[in-house]
């Protein structure tokens, strides 16, 4: 399958460097509005053409698979224009602020019969995954609560979010730069507790002298399987990606940063023995789970990001063998519905 | 002249317009809008134009009547796509407008770190070949040789004259100790090489080279090395460093061809266990230990031969220019009229001497 990117920032490495392990997948251009980027982007990784025109791109290499990695206000035209040249679209979240867009997208797509995927990836590494695997097997139970925290230091000195010149494009995003993790929240409470029904957040601006309009967010989202909290904050340390899942046998958390997971569950036998048993099961794989994250670290490799480049796989997997994506549409309309209510006037405290 | 100086906040940047002062030239500084700069330290001599390189269309006025453009502005921190956006993306949005200009001369600072240091023997001079596997530099080598990339065909494309100076590394007063004479590891200081003669220039020199190669017309065309010369090795840099800051520490002398040995057997692990995708520090990556340490010889011939140019200032008055608080220093930085007449006598005196 040919594929090519738009846009050559930094994410856009980790799409480039995935798509280079798969078979059967060529890279073959990349758009960028600096040449030197584009050009420089395709000399490092041996792509075979650079671009500074995204149309002119789509109608000479004529891609199976386009790749939008640019600042979000760019992502429903382009996506667009993508899909309008007949290519299956993967777009970096948020795919878009507009609600009304999203479904334009969506419709565009199956009207084309082409597969459009929202970048969720944190919805593909491993914790979340084995979380999963608890779910589907009935060891965790019903799901009652989950809970999902980012904490970033997006005010930090030399953060791109507080640049003072030139201001950061998810600044004009509803919810400012806290909108741009929003579709991570969002994914990873859908994921687990379904569409939501009603949602209450909290948005507050803790540090004054800041570009920001917000720095630190919370919400309470009651959903069509349970509940969800949500939060993000930037200057709760250590920086984190924390999720927990409750079920009604047993509780599963990870740090997704980090990547460990525990598992906190009663065996049978007298509570005090049980008790003892499960804090020492989950210190041994605390543990383990660091030695390996530091050995991984050394090693280099993916991090964070190996859920992106699970998502990639399945995705060029799905579309080579025609089944169904990993990512399907209305998963895509779900959770930007529950994005919108996240950043609704209304639905403030 | 007319001169339009980019990156004029920064280091080298403050030292240029200084230098440029003091040859009689008229300088408009382009400063980003939320960089504070104390605007009467120049005592009305600079015209200060606020924008950021990045932002389209806000560059075009920047360049009205401007007969030379010294471009010294580049990132020098931050991940790799922060300092080719920075460096590149901003080079580009700053040469589109000139473009729309009547502006037609250019002077740019490069660095040596654009040269293929493994390759090169012996003497580095600017026919030396460049760095021919540059993804393995770090990201400022992959910037800045990109930077010089995109203006040299800008150039091209535009019959420009292009001086470009490369300069080594940059010290003086308040960067006392730049990367190339050693690296810190709390109270003690490796000193790679410690006899090696690392491509130091004083900011003061390196400042007045920039000016000379702009009003120069036969430095058009050419790329300069900038460095000194001054024939000193980087125990002896350190050394002064700590004699006259006063600073604690140990230096520790490391032989060069021991540590590349270490980092070659770094770089072999890597491959071997991790298939090159180990994360590690620079000092355990040949190329780019190579760019920091490497024992080269660095000539000032071309300079010298084609712009008839010395660094006015020999190594004892650098070390007095960095190490001692006077009003001659201060007026580098902060040049009233009076204090330009002041630098004036400072460099002929010490010109004399040279």
């Known amino acids: 399958m040919k594929a090519v990117l738009i846009g050559a920032g930094q994410i856009a490495q980790q799409h480039i460097a995935c798509l280079r392990s798969l078979t059967g997948v060529a890279l073959v251009g990349v758009c960028d509005l600096s040449r030197g980027v584009a050009e420089s982007t395709a000399d490092r990784f041996g792509v075979g053409a650079w671009f500074t025109d995204h149309l002119a791109m789509l109608a000479e290499a004529r891609p199976d698979v386009v790749h939008v990695t640019t600042p979000p206000p760019s992502h429903f035209r382009l996506a667009m224009d993508a899909l309008a040249a007949g290519a299956h679209v993967i777009v970096e979240k948020p795919i878009s602020t507009v609600p009304t867009e999203v479904s334009t997208l969506l419709h565009a797509a199956s009207e084309r019969r082409r597969v459009l995927i929202e970048d969720y990836n944190y919805l593909f590494n491993p914790p979340v995954e084995r979380i999963r695997d608890l779910e589907r097997s009935g060891d965790l139970g019903e799901v009652v609560n989950v809970e999902v925290a980012i904490s970033v230091d997006i005010v930090a000195q030399g953060s791109p979010f507080v640049d003072r010149d030139l201001a950061h494009p998810c600044l004009s995003l509803p919810g400012g730069a806290i909108a741009d993790f929003l579709p991570h929240l969002a994914s990873l409470a859908h994921s687990f507790v379904g569409p939501h029904r009603t949602v209450r957040t909290h948005w507050q601006k803790r540090l004054g002298d800041s570009p920001l309009p917000y720095d630190e967010f919370r919400a309470v989202v009651a959903a069509e399987h349970g509940t969800a909290y949500l939060s993000f904050s930037s200057h709760a340390r250590p920086e984190i990606f924390w999720i927990q899942v409750d079920g009604t046998r047993m509780r599963a958390a990870a740090d997704l940063f980090d990547p460990y997971l525990v598992v906190n569950r009663l065996d049978g036998g007298p509570r005090p023995i049980a008790l003892l048993r499960d804090r020492l099961r989950q210190a041994r794989h605390v543990r383990l789970a660091s030695w390996h994250n530091f050995l991984h670290k050394l090693a280099g490799g993916p991090g964070a990001y190996q859920g992106l480049w699970t998502l990639l796989a399945r995705t060029y997997e799905a579309l080579q063998s025609g089944v169904e994506p990993p990512i399907s549409a209305r998963q895509i309309a779900e959770v930007n519905n529950l994005v919108a209510a996240l950043t609704a006037q209304e639905n403030r405290f | 002249m007319n001169v339009l100086v980019t990156g004029a906040a920064g280091y080298l940047g403050r030292h240029i317009i200084a230098a440029t002062l003091k040859r009689g030239h008229r300088v408009r500084a382009l400063i980003r809008p939320s960089t504070w700069i104390d605007e009467a330290r120049w005592g009305g001599a600079v015209e200060v134009f606020r924008a950021d390189l990045r932002a389209p269309g806000a560059l075009t006025p920047a360049f009205d009547q401007v007969d030379v453009l010294l471009h010294i502005a580049a990132r020098v921190d931050g991940s790799e796509s922060a300092q080719m956006a920075d460096t590149v993306v901003g080079t580009e949005r700053l040469l589109e407008a000139m473009a729309k200009s009547a502006t037609r001369r250019i002077v740019l600072a490069s660095s040596l770190s654009v040269y293929g240091w493994t390759a090169i023997r012996g003497t580095l001079t600017e026919d030396s070949p460049l760095e021919t596997d540059l993804y393995r530099r770090d990201c400022y080598a992959i910037a800045k040789t990109w930077q010089e990339r995109v203006v040299r065909r800008m150039c091209q494309e535009h019959d420009w004259a292009l001086t470009v100076l490369r300069p080594g590394f940059i010290w003086g007063r308040d960067r006392a100790y730049p990367a190339g004479i050693g690296q810190k ?47 000193i090795s980087s125990w002896r840099y350190l050394g002064e460093y700590f004699r006259r800051t006063g600073a604690a520490g140990h230096r520790i002398p490391v032989p060069y061809h021991m540590a590349l040995a270490g980092a070659t057997l770094a770089e072999w692990i890597n491959r071997w266990l991790c298939q090159g995708r180990a994360r590690l520090p620079g000092l355990l990556i040949p190329c780019r230990l190579q760019a920091r340490f490497k024992p080269l010889r660095f000539s000032t011939r071309k300079l010298d031969e084609v712009l008839g140019w010395r660094p006015p200032l020999d190594f004892a008055h650098c070390l007095q220019r960095t190490y001692t608080a006077s009003a001659a220093q201060q007026c580098c930085t902060s040049a009233t009229p009076e204090q330009v007449q002041q630098v004036q006598e400072c460099l002929t005196s010490s010109q004399s001497r040279t």
Not at chain 2, 186 to 200: A, D, E, N, Q, T
């Open chain 2, 185 to 231: 590891l709390g109270r003690w200081h490796l000193v790679f090489g410690p006899w090696s003669r690392p491509p130091m220039t004083h900011v003061e020199n390196c400042a007045d080279c920039f000016a000379e190669a702009m009003e120069n017309p036969r430095a058009v065309g050419h790329t300069f090395n900038v460095v000194d010369g001054h024939d």
